[in-house]
C-alpha cells in the first residue's frame, strides 16, 4: 500500500471530518450512500484479518422495532454475563454510540487509531460511512475479545454490510413499507431483501407473522435448513400494568406462563411486540447453550436504558408538561406512536416535527392528529425537509402550525406555550429527535 496516501489524525474531531467527509452517509446525504453490493466490506474485513469470525453474534433486521429488540437482547446477554458488543445504527448526538461494549461507547482513541490504519485503504475503495463503521464495530469487538455481539442492520438484510457474520441467531422483527426506492415496493419483495440475512443452519426468529411474508420466510428458511420460529405464534407477552416510563408483564410459551411480572424500564404498548420478540430470541439461545437465568432477564429488563444506553423511544424528557421524544419515522412506527399518545392524559398536544426530504411523507402526514398543534422545522442535516414544504404538505392533511427555524427553536417555542398538563411530543425522525436529546 502506499503510506504517502495515508490519514493520520491527531485527535477525536480530525477522525470524524475524515469520516464525515471521505465517506457517504446515508444518514446526512441519503440515497447516493446506498451501496448494491457487498465488495467493500469483505475487502475492508480481509483487510483487517476478518475480525467478524473471532466472536459469536445475532444479526437482527426488521423495519420498525429492531433498534429496541437489539438493546433489549445485548442487555440479556450483559446481565447474564457475557461480556456483550452492541451495533446499532444511526447515532443521536455522538458516533461512538454506534459501537458500545457492555453499554460503554467505543473510545475516541480507538476510533483515531482505526481511521489512521484504514484511511489508506478507504481513499482506495471509497467505501460508504456505513461500511467503515461496521468495519470498525468488527475490529473493536475482536479487540474488546466479547463474547457475543449484537448486531444491527443498517437497512435491508441481503446487501447490508453487516450480513457478512454468520450469528448464532437470525431475528427478524418485522416488515413494513420503508427505504422502497431499495428494497422494492411490496411487503413480499421487502421481506425477501430482509430474509437475506438467513444463513444455512442458523435458527431465525421472525417477530411478528404477516400474511404477506410468512411464505416468503419459510421458504427461505426451509431452503437454507433454517430452523424457523415466528415468536408470536409460539410466545405471548402481556402487559398486565404501565406508569410513565416503566411497564410490568408476563412472558407466555403457548399457555403456560414462563416469566411472570417482570418490570421493564420502557412505555408503550408497541414495545409488546418488540419484548416478545427479544424474548423468543432469548429462549433461542438458551437452546444454543447459552446461560440465561429468569434472574438475568429481570435485570436487564429493568435496567434496560441503564445497561445500554437506550434512547430516543418515548424517552421522558421532562413533566409539567409532559415532554416525550420517540424517534419513529415511517407509516407503520408512526400509526404505532399515535396509537400509545391516545393512552395518555392530557390537555392539548403539541407536536414538535422534522422530517427527511428523500421520502413522501404524505402517508406519514395523514396519520397525525389534526387538533395538535405542529411547530415545523428542518433537522440540521442536508437531507432534512425545508420545513416550510413540510408546513405546506402537512395543511394538505389538516394539521396546522408554525415554522421555525430550527428543531431547538421549535421545541423552546413549543414548551413556552405549553401548560403544566399539556403533552409536548418531538417526532418524524432520529434526527430531529438528537437535536432534543440532553447531553
Not at 437482547?73 to 444511526?90: D, N, R
Request: aromatic fraction near 8%; include cysteine; proline fraction near 4%.
Amino acid at each position: 500500500m502506499n503510506s504517502n496516501l495515508s490519514f493520520r489524525p491527531s485527535n477525536y474531531s480530525e477522525a470524524l471530518d475524515f469520516l464525515y467527509s471521505q465517506l457517504p452517509m446515508f444518514q446526512r446525504v441519503g440515497p447516493k450512500a446506498f451501496k448494491a453490493n457487498l465488495n467493500n466490506i469483505r475487502d475492508l474485513v480481509d483487510h483487517l484479518g476478518n475480525p467478524e469470525k473471532k466472536f459469536r453474534s445475532i444479526h437482527i433486521a426488521g423495519t420498525n422495532g429492531k433498534g429496541s429488540v437489539s438493546h433489549i437482547i445485548a442487555a440479556i446477554l450483559q446481565a447474564a454475563g457475557y461480556k456483550t458488543g452492541l451495533y446499532t445504527s444511526p447515532h443521536y448526538k455522538d458516533f461512538r454510540e454506534r459501537i458500545k461494549v457492555n453499554g460503554t461507547v467505543v473510545n475516541q482513541e480507538f476510533v483515531i487509531q482505526f481511521v489512521h490504519r484504514i484511511s489508506d485503504l478507504s481513499l482506495k475503495l471509497s467505501p460508504s460511512f456505513f461500511e467503515i463503521s461496521v468495519a470498525m464495530a468488527f475490529e473493536y469487538f475482536k479487540s474488546e475479545e466479547v463474547d457475543v455481539a449484537v448486531i444491527e442492520t443498517g437497512l435491508g438484510g441481503r446487501l447490508d454490510s453487516t450480513n457478512i457474520i454468520v450469528p448464532e441467531i437470525s431475528v427478524i422483527t418485522n416488515i413494513g413499507m420503508d427505504h422502497t426506492q431499495f428494497l422494492g415496493n411490496t411487503l413480499e419483495a421487502i421481506a425477501e431483501e430482509k430474509a437475506g440475512i438467513i444463513k444455512k443452519g442458523v435458527p431465525i426468529v421472525i417477530g411478528k407473522t404477516q400474511s404477506e411474508t410468512r411464505s416468503v420466510f419459510q421458504q427461505k428458511a426451509d431452503s437454507q435448513s433454517s430452523p424457523l420460529t415466528f415468536a408470536d405464534q409460539r410466545y405471548r407477552t402481556k402487559l398486565t400494568r404501565k406508569s410513565m416510563g416503566c411497564s410490568v408483564l408476563d412472558f407466555f410459551e403457548s399457555d403456560e406462563k414462563i416469566y411472570e411480572r417482570l418490570e421493564v424500564d420502557l412505555m408503550g404498548n408497541y414495545q409488546e411486540e418488540n419484548l416478545n420478540t427479544a424474548l423468543a430470541t432469548a429462549m433461542a439461545l438458551k437452546n444454543r447453550g447459552f446461560k440465561i437465568s429468569e434472574n438475568a432477564i429481570s435485570r436487564a429488563l429493568s435496567r434496560l436504558r441503564q445497561l445500554t444506553g437506550f434512547v430516543g423511544r418515548m424517552q421522558i424528557l421532562g413533566t409539567g408538561p409532559l415532554i416525550l421524544a420517540d424517534s419513529a419515522h415511517n407509516r407503520e412506527g408512526i400509526q404505532m406512536l399515535i396509537d400509545e399518545i391516545s393512552t395518555i392524559e392530557f390537555d392539548r398536544l403539541k407536536i414538535v416535527i422534522g422530517l427527511v426530504g428523500d421520502k413522501d411523507p404524505t402517508p406519514l402526514l395523514s396519520l397525525l392528529p389534526r387538533d395538535a398543534t405542529y411547530y415545523f422545522a428542518r433537522a440540521n442535516i442536508p437531507r432534512g425537509m425545508d420545513a416550510g414544504e413540510l408546513k405546506n404538505l402537512a395543511s394538505k392533511c389538516g394539521l396546522s402550525g408554525g415554522v421555525y427555524k430550527g428543531v431547538e427553536h421549535a421545541f423552546i417555542q413549543a414548551q413556552n406555550e405549553a401548560g403544566p398538563h399539556d403533552l409536548v411530543l418531538v417526532c418524524g425522525s432520529i434526527f430531529t429527535v438528537a437535536e432534543v436529546l440532553p447531553g
